[in-house]
């Protein structure tokens, strides 16, 4: 099930969604591809925490994700490590 999705705010053909599986992933509609990019937000023992709304930033090179417990994850875009400490 999907809790949120969005389109990135420069490349018309990439949108983004966040899942209850705990992730949240780009896609491009232009790709046969399943999914560009995979993020999957960790608490801070390492355990799998559930992403309930995910945007892109203004520029769109980060991604941030608000989590069910509370804590809102940032990545780079174009990387799946976290850019922020959660």
Not at 24 to 43: A, G, I, L
Not at 45 to 58: A, E, H, L, N, W
Not at 63 to 83: E, L
């Amino acid at each position: 099930m999907l809790n949120c999705g969005c389109w990135h705010p420069k490349i018309k053909e990439e949108f983004m969604t966040c899942s209850y599986d705990g992730t949240v992933r780009t896609w491009d509609v232009t790709s046969e591809k399943k999914h560009k990019s995979v993020f999957k937000p960790r608490s801070q023992q390492g355990k799998k925490v559930i992403p309930m709304c995910c945007t892109y930033s203004r520029d769109g090179k980060l991604i941030a994700a608000g989590c069910q417990d509370g804590t809102i994850q940032i990545w780079d875009r174009n990387m799946s490590v976290s850019v922020e400490p959660h």
